[in-house]
């Protein structure tokens, strides 16, 4: 069956980095339904989408995060990843990875089947 395992979460203070990664199990990492996407969902808030990924394609990210973040993947070890530099307290959330992707907009969750148990990344001033 698929599964996806976040790691790489964790606290920094306001200004340091952060990777992330998501190692992903039982899909074919190279198929076009199978592009990634990283969400985070803070306390009280909504899942947002962060940055999504084809598999040899184009990248998008959400406005706050553009400049500080990159997602990237490495097709051959099934893995995707999240840079993040110039962290600020307002990424505090837990981040979460997801494939098989539905179509339609990248940011919307009901659009992604299958989900990690996500990672916290707690940033403070």
């Known amino acids: 069956q698929v599964q996806l395992v976040e790691s790489g979460g964790g606290s920094v203070q306001a200004g340091g980095s952060l990777r992330l990664s998501c190692a992903a199990s039982g899909i074919d990492f190279t198929t076009y339904s199978n592009s990634m996407v990283w969400f985070r969902q803070a306390p009280g808030k909504e899942r947002e989408g962060v940055a999504f990924?084809?598999?040899?394609?184009?990248?998008r990210y959400t406005e706050s995060v553009k400049g500080r973040f990159t997602i990237s993947r490495d097709n051959a070890k099934n893995t995707l990843y999240l840079q993040m530099n110039s962290l600020k307290p307002e990424d505090t959330a837990m981040y979460y990875c997801a494939t098989r992707w539905g179509g339609g907009s990248w940011d919307d969750w009901s659009r992604w089947t299958y989900w990690g148990p996500g990672t916290q990344v707690t940033v403070s001033s």
């Open positions: 990924i084809v598999p040899h394609g184009p990248t």
